[in-house]
């Protein structure tokens, strides 16, 4: 496209600028991403795009515009909108905030409406009154969804050569799927009261086996030390194990089967406890020496399975050294 030469100028004056403000803004934005397991990115909008933005009449004056620099900080859901808000406000001078929901639109209307933070960066220092502190930038909060639909459509429907009713379509009737996804992620506790919840003895015997791990911690047979991050991950371990002995499509004697391995822990971990409990083993490993101990699983069960055999654990199951299983090697 044909470019104005006092704009392309201005452009390649201010550039240097906006590398140093990108480079500030990814400093602290994917510091905060990483520490919370957000994705993000950002970018410096080209020159084309400026020119067409300024084409669009809607900026009087070059420090009008307001995203020279645009950073996208991608959520897992929207309850995490409010405290990426607050950090946002803390790190940098606030212009605006745009909220998702503020702006008009119809209810049959479905397009790009993410919160969007204009900001700043806040000068080291009060007599600092450098140009470049005054170029603003825009931070877009989004959910992963939302980003989905965004990267997805934004070059065949919004960045085209073409016009085509058909594809604009599609890309309204995505989003509309995208807020749903959103409303549900969001609702999701209170959503699902209304599913229709059938049986299946996996899930089952899962929640039967985690409901006996947290009583067990919190009779104090297990230190609160030892819980697990995940207790679903422990779970799913623990009960791959022990599938194949159990008899999953007979109730009755699945619960006889799970009583026994229970009352097999119990034993165990009483006699652990009066030794004193080993602070360097994880819940999993107790179980599984307690499961080999107990014959509960037998080697020739687990011939897929390795298993990280620590010296801590030979201390508390002596008895195991000369069990044959693959060792994970470090």
């Known amino acids: 496209m044909i470019l104005d030469s006092k ?84 790190a940098f001078t606030e212009i605006d905030l745009r909220k998702k929901g503020s702006t008009f639109k119809n209810f049959d209307t479905f397009r790009f409406d993410s919160t969007r933070f204009i900001g700043k960066l806040i000068p080291p220092n009060q007599e600092i009154n450098k140009e470049i502190y005054d170029i603003k930038f825009e931070i877009q909060i989004r959910s992963a969804f939302e980003h989905a639909w965004s990267v997805t459509t934004h070059d065949l429907a919004y960045k085209s050569k073409n016009i085509d009713w058909k594809i604009l379509r599609l890309a309204s009737q995505l989003k509309a799927s995208v807020e749903q996804l959103d409303m549900i992620a969001l609702s999701a506790k209170d959503v699902n009261k209304q599913i229709t919840s059938y049986k299946w003895p996996e ?38 194990l022990i599938k194949n002995k159990l008899s999953i499509w007979q109730s009755r004697k699945v619960n ?15 006699l652990i406890n009066q030794k004193g409990f080993p602070m360097s083993l994880s819940l999993f490993q107790i179980i599984f020496g307690i499961f080999l101990k107990y014959e509960i699983i037998e080697p020739e069960d687990i011939s897929k399975n390795v298993f990280y055999k620590t010296d801590t654990f030979l201390t508390v199951f002596p008895e195991l050294k000369e069990l044959k299983i693959k060792e994970f090697q470090i």
């Open 7 to 90: 704009i392309s100028t201005k452009y390649k004056l201010y550039l240097p600028y906006f590398e140093f403000i990108q480079s500030a803004l990814d400093q602290t934005l994917m510091n905060y991403a990483k520490k919370h397991l957000f994705a993000y990115t950002s970018r410096i909008k080209k020159l084309d795009s400026i020119s067409e933005k300024i084409e669009t009449g809607r900026y009087s004056s070059w420090v009008e515009i307001d995203d020279f620099i645009g950073c996208i900080l991608i959520v897992p859901n929207l309850s995490y909108e409010e405290e990426v808000i607050d950090f946002l406000k803390n």
């Open 256 to 270: 006889k089967e799970l009583k026994l391995i229970f009352n097999n822990i119990n034993t165990e971990l009483n």
């Open 203 to 240: 899930i089952d015997i899962k929640i039967k086996i985690l409901n006996f791990i947290k009583e067990c911690f919190e009779n104090g047979k297990i230190p609160n030390e030892i819980a697990p991050k995940d207790y679903s991950r422990v779970v799913d371990n623990i009960f791959a």
